[in-house]
């Protein structure tokens, strides 16, 4: 078997070679046209005609950027998701930013998408599926940066998507479903080696503070003007402070930009906007250092500013997950079953979030043939929810498929393994594995 599985390597890898000038090709272009996110249409379109003229059928997203592309081997076995990003970030002071929209693919993602060609390149060669079973996945998808959130927004207010980040749209829209692995990499920064495998953040959460204070003039009336931008200054400060107490192996972060704080020198500022995200290496410190950033940005409001604060998980959603169902979901992810079941319990409309949660507490202790028959009502109740559908897909595929009689195997700070009620979790926790999020 060893043997065997080193031949269909070798196999690949000489394949893989036969492509390396398009691989390049692919990487320098989309390099030098960076787009960001749910805005990546020449990117998009680039890679899937690049995928058909490699024969490959292109399952485009819909009315966002981004498509799957499937290969199968003909032979029973998993269903691998090889996952690449096509959206930039915004860096205008980097030499390479596109000097109109300061846009500049400094996270990675043109090599993301180059080695995705190259796969598929590869894999649809003659005799390179030979030794392999199972099917594999090819996925572009947008918006894995979660910037631009003014127009991110206003897509989820016209209906267009219903979440934030590109990943959990794709899954809300079944192009994950069936799946049992993802694997996706990342480029480094530092030239440690030629590859490695770092444990990092478990997603992140989205914070949007505002200071409302008081306009006036500067040089005349000072006096009559509260000053937002000294009160974003003292909540960011005392923030700061904070940092001494964090231990490294909890890998808190928290990295703040103001996005409004006055336009004219002359005029005391009246309102102040900051935005930043909150990580953290689990679901619990995350929750943490939330709550004591909320806590102390309000206490430092002071001089009469009014304060207000949103918070989303890194990939949000617009659905029904809000109130005690955003509670049981913490507690699923924080381990703490027997708070999700108290909750849970108190709850008089058991509707399919109801159904599906309780399938959720069931999987994690283990008692598979009852998460089994709520996940089924769950999606029986809602059968247009993503969530649901592929918790039941899931289940049918740890009882049918290879991995019959065990838990799937998941890269996953908080070992809750690669089934996906973490996926659906991750849309109000931040994040969970089969995914490894950089945003």
């Known amino acids: 078997m060893e043997q065997s599985c080193n031949e269909a390597v070798k196999s690949i890898l000489s394949c893989v070679e036969k492509y390396k000038s398009l691989i390049v090709e692919v990487e320098q272009t989309i390099w030098k046209n960076p787009e960001i996110g749910y805005k990546?249409?020449?990117?998009?379109?680039?890679?899937?005609?690049?995928?058909?003229?490699?024969?490959?059928?292109?399952?485009?997203?819909?009315?966002?950027?981004?498509?799957?592309?499937?290969?199968?081997?003909?032979?029973?076995?998993?269903?691998?998701?090889?996952?690449?990003?096509?959206?930039?970030?915004?860096?205008?002071?980097?030499?390479?930013a596109d000097p109109a929209t300061g846009a500049v693919h400094a996270c990675g993602h043109n090599a993301q998408s180059a080695y995705l060609v190259g796969c598929a390149a590869a894999l649809a060669e003659p005799g390179a599926l030979d030794g392999l079973c199972g099917s594999i996945r090819f996925l572009s998808i947008p918006a894995e940066e979660t910037i631009d959130l003014e127009y991110r927004s206003k897509l989820i207010q016209e209906g267009t998507i219903h979440y934030l980040a590109g990943k959990i749209e794709f899954l809300y829209r079944g192009l994950f479903d069936g799946v049992q692995?993802?694997?996706?990499?990342?480029?480094?920064?530092?030239?440690?080696?030629?590859?490695?495998?770092?444990?990092?953040?478990?997603?992140?959460?989205?914070?949007?503070?505002?200071?409302?204070?008081?306009?006036?003039?500067?040089?005349?009336?000072?006096?009559?003007g509260i000053n937002a931008l000294y009160a974003a200054t003292l909540g960011i400060t005392a923030c700061n402070a904070l940092r001494e107490t964090f231990e490294e192996k909890d890998y808190i972060r928290w990295h703040p930009i103001l996005t409004q704080a006055g336009a004219a020198a002359n005029a005391i500022p009246g309102v102040a906007k900051l935005d930043t995200y909150v990580r953290a290496s689990t679901f619990e410190k995350m929750k943490q250092i939330n709550e004591a950033y909320d806590a102390i940005t309000k206490e430092r409001a002071g001089g009469g500013a009014q304060y207000k604060t949103y918070t989303q998980p890194g990939s949000?959603?617009?659905?029904?997950?809000?109130?005690?169902?955003?509670?049981?979901?913490?507690a699923i992810m924080a381990g703490d079953l027997a708070r999700a079941e108290m909750i849970l319990g108190s709850i008089v409309d058991r509707n399919a979030e109801w159904h599906f949660l309780m399938g959720a507490v069931a999987?994690?202790?283990?008692?598979?043939?009852?998460?089994?028959?709520?996940?089924?009502?769950?999606?029986?109740?809602?059968?247009?929810?993503?969530?649901?559908?592929?918790?039941?897909?899931?289940?049918?595929?740890?009882?049918?498929?290879?991995?019959?009689?065990?838990?799937?195997?998941?890269?996953?700070t908080l070992d809750c393994g690669a089934f996906c009620p973490c996926m659906a979790l991750m849309a109000t926790s931040g994040g969970c594995a089969p995914f490894i999020c950089c945003c």
């Open 40 to 96: 990546e249409w020449k990117t998009s379109r680039y890679l899937a005609d690049i995928f058909q003229s490699l024969g490959y059928q292109v399952t485009l997203a819909g009315d966002i950027p981004g498509f799957a592309a499937q290969i199968d081997t003909g032979r029973p076995g998993p269903v691998i998701a090889i996952v690449a990003e096509e959206d930039s970030i915004i860096c205008p002071e980097h030499p390479e």
């Open 181 to 224: 692995l993802v694997l996706f990499t990342h480029v480094l920064s530092e030239e440690t080696s030629l590859f490695a495998i770092d444990k990092g953040a478990d997603g992140c959460i989205t914070k949007h503070f505002e200071y409302i204070g008081k306009s006036a003039h500067a040089g005349f009336a000072p006096h009559q």
């Open 363 to 412: 999987y994690h202790r283990g008692w598979m043939d009852e998460a089994s028959k709520y996940f089924r009502q769950a999606a029986s109740m809602d059968p247009g929810n993503a969530e649901y559908r592929q918790a039941v897909a899931q289940m049918e595929s740890q009882a049918n498929g290879p991995f019959a009689g065990g838990r799937a195997v998941g890269m996953n």
């Open 316 to 330: 949000t959603s617009s659905g029904s997950a809000s109130g005690p169902y955003r509670d049981v979901r913490s």
